[in-house]
């Protein structure tokens, strides 16, 4: 049987801007779970200098590994009846599909499901701000990754003037309050901001205006967010400010390299929730039932896929 991680509080000291590190847990026990962090146990034979890419083949190999984990993850929280919310924010390009792809992979779907909502409906701009981010909140037993989540109103709806003034102020007094309320229903809230640097970014959109199959990632409020980068970069800074609790903090994943920012991501994700290998004991399968005269359908009774390769 193996046993419980043992969680340890990162001793380091964290700023609003500098958000690398991880604040203490509160009180709250269901905060603690947000704030308490242990790195995933590294991979002995991948060694790579801070800064230097990571290969193809020493991030797959390390992927593999992680993905064994997110399993076992899973079916703990599974077990447990907990309730997870992860949060995907960040630039444009900087990285949160892939991240939250690479998670999903191993998953089991009938437990974990990602939502990205698309703009509201004209009902949905009359509600409560936060009304249809609630019916996505996960049951007991459930992961819920949000790409993009109700920060849009400290993002985009405030750069490019999608909501009022008074709606702007209302979200940053509300916003904290929501979140622990939310903390203090049980569930597990954690938050991610990708951060992009402008030469990656750039990098990324002239890539993805070069292939075909990346050119729908390229929407008309991507093209406006290069016009307006500072105006982007001051909102992020005035988010971090009103929302960066100890009860819910914000996490900065640097993401120039993505195959580093995916493989961070997965092992703090792990380590915020310590969870035991509840991996069952080997399958056994039984033996197919004899054949006792079935006879099948003549084959050309059946419609099939022509082979084309």
Not at 126 to 146: D, I, K, S
Not at 153 to 176: D, I
Not at 265 to 276: C, D, E, K, N
Request: aromatic share 10%; charged share 30%; glycine share 6%.
């Amino acid at each position: 049987m193996a046993t419980k991680r043992e969680a340890k509080p990162d001793r380091g000291r964290r700023s609003d801007r500098a958000s690398t590190g991880h604040k203490k847990p509160g009180g709250d026990p269901a905060a603690a779970a947000t704030a308490v962090a242990v790195p995933a146990p590294p991979a002995a034979d991948i060694v790579v200098e801070h800064g230097q890419r990571l290969s193809a083949r020493d991030y797959e190999k390390e992927l593999s590994r992680l993905y064994i984990e997110l399993v076992k993850w899973q079916e703990w929280i599974r077990h447990e009846g907990l309730k997870v919310v992860v949060l995907f924010e960040g630039r444009d390009a900087a990285g949160k599909g892939g991240a939250i792809k690479r998670i999903m992979e191993p998953l089991n779907p009938r437990g974990a499901r990602v939502v990205a909502l698309p703009a509201p409906t004209e009902r949905e701009k009359t509600q409560w701000y936060f009304q249809r981010y609630v019916t996505h909140l996960p049951a007991a037993g459930e992961v819920v990754l949000f790409d993009r989540s109700w920060y849009n109103r400290a993002g985009v709806e405030r750069v490019m003037g999608f909501c009022s003034e008074a709606e702007y102020q209302e979200f940053l007094r509300s916003c904290p309050e929501f979140e622990r309320m939310l903390i203090r229903s049980g569930i597990i809230l954690v938050k991610y901001w990708f951060s992009v640097s402008d030469a990656e970014q750039e990098r990324r959109f002239q890539e993805r205006l070069a292939d075909p199959t990346k050119r729908w990632k390229l929407s008309p409020m991507d093209l406006e967010s290069r016009a307006r980068w500072l105006e982007y970069s001051k909102a992020k800074d005035t988010m971090f400010a009103f929302t960066d609790i100890k009860q819910a903090p914000w996490y900065v994943v640097p993401s120039d390299d993505k195959r580093r920012a995916r493989l961070n991501v997965i092992g703090h994700l792990l380590s915020l929730i310590p969870y035991q290998d509840l991996t069952p004991e080997p399958i056994v399968l039984p033996p197919r039932q004899a054949d006792t005269g079935y006879v099948r359908p003549p084959i050309t009774d059946q419609t099939f896929v022509p082979e084309r390769y």
